[in-house]
């Protein structure tokens, strides 16, 4: 993380307990079971982000409020990289941008029935969604671009094995309406990171372009998937800014990402930039899940970066993972991610399936993790 910039936010911003007193975690989880959704206020978050709370107790109280609103279920999904590399945005972390040197090369689209291949290996991998994803900047009405995706959905939408989600980049309202024809019932289209550092990260389109994109989706009756990278150099204040957002849009599902340095994008070249140390990982996942207690918040790339600590992410109030490679990175075998669920006793729920209300349980569950 950068210095300058962590000592600028604790400047702008004291200590909460400088300030007024503040919840503990587990207050915040009872107010939260108790029915109030916004009981972790913005300040209270920022220093539990901190470090003014041990994070054991962060993590007893996100779990708390993860058993009270999935229980023992959780969300797995999948993604296909649909068009590779090549994309014109710049967006400092990623690997498929033409605007940095890397590994990766441009590709076209994916053909149809592999993409139907990809919906059935996730199935049998218990992920209930296939994400097809695009290194473009969007897709515009009367394309080809957009028939072969739009092809891509309904083919993966008529085989059934999983549901079709997209994260395309923007969208039209024509080019969305037709997606949603073909049979896409999610759309992905992540902020990144909070407003404030945004441009530090992009500058080849606006914080509000993204936003606008999300309102318009959920105006359309799509479950939505936002979230962000966490690592990036970015302070607490952002992190706190990325959720703010999320809460305001009343987003579905939050991806939590930890950054993967890849050699050629703008990051790696940061200063002090290093991979976030595992305590410092599940201390923004819990915090996420109490300002978040509606959402389903699944760990995607850099959960590795955990460690041995990995199992942990579902204690600190994960409800959900992606299982198979990312779109330029590795991830772990399938085969050791599901047994590692089948020994937490955790079972796979589908998308869209309706979840429990929060509310305080009436038995006691195990605590995992």
Not at 256 to 272: A, M, R
Not at 315 to 333: I, K, P, W, Y
């Given at each position: ?290 300002f978040l207690p509606r959402q389903n918040i699944f760990i995607a790339a850099g959960r590795t970066h955990l460690g041995q600590l990995l199992p942990m992410m579902f204690g600190a109030g994960a409800s959900g993972m992606m299982v198979g490679d990312f779109l330029t990175t590795a991830n772990r075998t399938v085969d050791d991610d599901l047994a590692m669920l089948d020994e937490l006793g955790l079972v796979p729920h589908r998308c869209g399936q309706t979840r429990r209300e929060l509310e305080k349980p009436r038995a006691r569950l195990p605590v995992l993790g």
């Amino acid at each position: 993380m950068s210095l300058e910039h962590d000592e600028t936010d604790a400047l702008l911003d004291p200590p909460a307990s400088q300030t007024a007193a503040m919840l503990t975690p587990m207050e915040v989880a009872e107010r939260i079971l108790d029915g109030d959704l916004e009981a972790l206020d913005s300040g209270t978050m920022l220093a539990y982000l901190r470090g003014e709370v041990d994070v054991w107790a962060l993590m007893a109280a996100a779990d708390t409020v993860r058993r009270a609103r999935f229980g023992n279920e959780v969300h797995l999904c999948s993604i296909v990289n649909a068009k590779e590399g090549g994309c014109p945005e710049d967006c400092g972390f990623c690997a498929q941008s033409r605007h940095f040197d890397t590994h990766v090369q441009a590709k076209k689209f994916t053909p149809v029935p592999e993409i139907v291949s990809h919906s059935e290996r996730a199935a049998t991998r218990n992920a209930s969604a296939l994400g097809l994803v695009t290194a473009t900047r969007g897709l515009e009405h009367d394309t080809k671009a957009l028939d072969h995706v739009v092809e891509g959905i309904k083919a993966v939408r008529d085989a059934g094995y999983t549901e079709a989600h997209a994260s395309v980049g923007f969208l039209s309202d024509e080019a969305m309406d037709r997606m949603i024809d073909a049979g896409l019932t999610e759309l992905n289209h992540n902020l990144e990171t909070g407003r404030s550092f945004f441009s530090k990260i992009v500058s080849t389109h606006t914080y509000d372009e993204r936003m606008d994109t999300v309102r318009k989706a959920k105006s359309k009756g799509l479950r939505t998937c936002v979230g962000g990278i966490f690592g990036m150099g970015e302070a607490p204040s952002d992190r706190v800014e990325l959720a703010e957002a999320l809460r305001e849009l009343d987003v579905d599902e939050v991806p939590l990402n930890f950054l993967v340095s890849i050699e050629g994008t703008k990051l790696p070249n940061q200063d002090q930039l290093e991979p976030l140390a595992p305590m410092e990982m599940l201390r923004i996942i819990a915090a996420f899940r109490l300002f978040l207690p509606r959402q389903n918040i699944f760990i995607a790339a850099g959960r590795t970066h955990l460690g041995q600590l990995l199992p942990m992410m579902f204690g600190a109030g994960a409800s959900g993972m992606m299982v198979g490679d990312f779109l330029t990175t590795a991830n772990r075998t399938v085969d050791d991610d599901l047994a590692m669920l089948d020994e937490l006793g955790l079972v796979p729920h589908r998308c869209g399936q309706t979840r429990r209300e929060l509310e305080k349980p009436r038995a006691r569950l195990p605590v995992l993790g």
